[in-house]
């Protein structure tokens, strides 16, 4: 997402706005469902979702009962629809809403004019010079007006809905940072009378889509954790949240939608920040002691740290990373060299820290990029590449770039999975987190990977894959074909033989009635013998999941 104050176009991606100032408009309608055609009817929305005030942050979206983990809380059609490109498309759609339509979209939060974060983030003004920049507004807008175009920024959902709905010739497949999204010629973004009133979390207990081939252009809510009567729901505006430290998710929530976000998440001590004790004798990790991160504290022998010491921790990995991946895009690399900056990285930063999980990101592109390269170019040319980008030999199989990417994904979630619940010990740890919001997309990946190396992927990085199943129906649909068809390779339900882990041995496994050997580290490969299992050790040693 591009940043507001250098794009005209703020609706793309656009997500709902949290309720964070105190509104003095007048009281909303029952979600207005009675007025339009949705999926769900006025009596089932209101059984399943209510607006109440709240003290600080307003009016805000709570469950009306109890939802389970992929429970499908919502189901809405849009109020409104507009391309981002030309903006005043906004504007002459609203003016053909009907009078009811037109009710509730100006009963959707915006904040007042004198706010001071509100007046700090720019106020009417900046919302009007984002929508006159453009070649076919030039003339001041009218008040009113104005007031429309805050309520889509503050409100708006990307939207991906049906051809008859926007305009546009829609395209499945996955944006340039691998996310497998639904992709349009024209960027799309919607106003909901009840979704858009769902607040932000950094933690968020439902996710949103509507990419749903079988919701027919409606928006969905969907649970991803358990969710108790009353609870308030909560979804995500920023992209990667889960990946970003405290101080990166406010900057961008502070400029994108003028609150600072004071979730759960935001307030406590932040895991991806902690840093490697620099006492000589320790090798603990030290953590902020609070959510303002001015102090950590060594979790072993209790020392202090600096907020300064521990910054030019930082500053030094972020060099040595930014180093590696400036090289990179000129000269790639083995991932064996990315993997050497993840260890250097991780002398110093815990697992959990975002630049370690960005360096484990590093690698999985790294090898995603050589299989690519394999696969596109011939193979001289591709050994060629191998050695001039500083690898020894010819360029290994695609097999064994593949393995490479997988693990580097199932390290990353493994952190995130890890710094979700406070824990610093990332991919060492053997404690069994739930799912982190929002990794979804990183789990398709990974499922895209193994499913490549089926029957003999590693076990451990399947069964990561498989726990975000329900997260990925949620977000991309239960009829993904692609999720489905990742699924049925790694559960073996595609009919394809189970063969040797090792690369140089193509028999079959586990057609005895004894099991067969399987490595002892990870339990992730299977080999028909020993001997195999004992050939294999060197180059499995390299992937294993231990």
């Known amino acids: 997402m591009t940043a507001l104050s250098s794009s005209p176009l703020p609706f793309a991606p656009v997500f709902p706005a949290r309720h964070t100032f105190p509104n003095s408009h007048r009281p909303v309608c029952p979600l207005c469902a009675a007025r339009r055609k949705d ?53 002459r759609r609203y003016s053909k809403l009907t009078l009811a339509d037109r009710r509730c979209v100006t009963e959707l939060f915006r ?52 051809p ?29 009378a009840a979704l858009s009133r769902v607040e932000h979390s950094c933690s968020p207990n439902t996710v949103y889509s509507s990419r749903h081939a079988e919701a027919n252009g409606a928006g969905r809510l969907v649970a991803v954790q358990p969710v108790s009567a009353g609870e308030r729901l909560s979804i995500s505006y920023i992209d990667s949240a889960f990946s970003l430290p405290t101080a990166t998710r406010q900057s961008r929530l502070r400029h994108r939608y003028a609150f600072s976000c004071a979730c759960t998440r935001c307030v406590s001590p932040d895991p991806m920040r902690a840093v490697v004790c620099p006492g000589n004798s320790c090798d603990g990790v030290a953590t902020p002691t609070d959510g303002t991160a001015t102090v950590w504290r060594c979790a072993s022998c209790k020392r202090l740290v600096t907020a300064a010491a521990v910054e030019a921790i930082e500053a030094a990995a972020e060099a040595t990373l930014d180093e590696h991946r400036e090289l990179s895009a000129v000269l790639l690399g083995p991932p064996a060299a990315a993997r050497r900056v993840v260890a250097t990285i991780l002398r110093s930063l815990a697992p959990t820290h975002w ?40 360029a290994p ?20 999975e890890c710094a979700a619940v406070a824990c610093t010990r990332g991919q060492a740890c053997r404690a069994p987190h739930p799912p982190a919001s929002g990794v979804n997309e990183w789990a398709f990946l990974l499922g895209e990977d193994l499913a490549k190396l089926a029957p ?81 050790q060197a180059s499995h040693r390299r992937w294993c999941l231990r």
């Open 111 to 162: 904040p007042d004019a004198d706010e001071p974060d509100f007046v700090a983030w720019g106020g009417l003004a900046r919302v009007e010079a984002m929508f006159t920049a453009t070649k076919r507004l030039h003339a001041p807008l009218p008040p009113e007006m104005l007031e429309i175009c805050a309520i889509a920024i503050f409100n708006g959902h990307v939207y991906s809905g049906v």
């Open 397 to 416: 199989a695609v097999a064994t770039l593949l393995a490479d990417a997988a693990d580097a994904a199932a390290r990353s979630i493994k952190a995130v």
């Open 456 to 536: 003999a992927h590693p076990r451990p990085a399947a069964a990561l894959y498989v726990k975000y199943i329900p997260m990925m129906a949620a977000s991309y649909g239960a009829a993904d074909k692609d999720v489905a068809a990742a699924t049925a390779a790694i559960s073996g339900q595609s009919g394809a033989p189970r063969q040797c882990g090792s690369r140089k041995c193509g028999k079959g496994v586990g057609k005895g009635d004894a099991p067969p050997p399987v490595c002892l580290d990870c339990g992730a490969v299977e080999y028909c013998s020993t001997r195999c299992l004992r050939q294999d």
């Open 39 to 91: 999926k769900m009817d006025a009596s089932e929305i209101a059984s399943r979702m209510c607006v109440k005030d709240h003290t600080s942050l307003g009016r805000v979206a709570v469950a009306a009962r109890d939802f389970a983990a992929g429970e499908l809380i919502l189901e809405e059609r849009p109020l409104l629809t507009w391309k981002s490109e030309p903006v005043d498309d906004l504007l």
């Open 164 to 192: 008859s709905e926007i305009g546009v010739v829609r395209t499945g497949g996955r944006t340039a940072d691998g996310a497998h999204k639904e992709t349009s010629d024209k960027r799309v973004a919607a106003l909901f």
């Open 355 to 394: 630049l370690s999980i960005g360096a484990w990101r590093h690698v999985e592109m790294v090898a995603a990029s050589h299989v690519h390269l394999r696969r596109d170019t011939p193979a001289a040319l591709a050994n060629h590449l191998w050695r001039v980008g500083g690898g020894i030999g010819n």
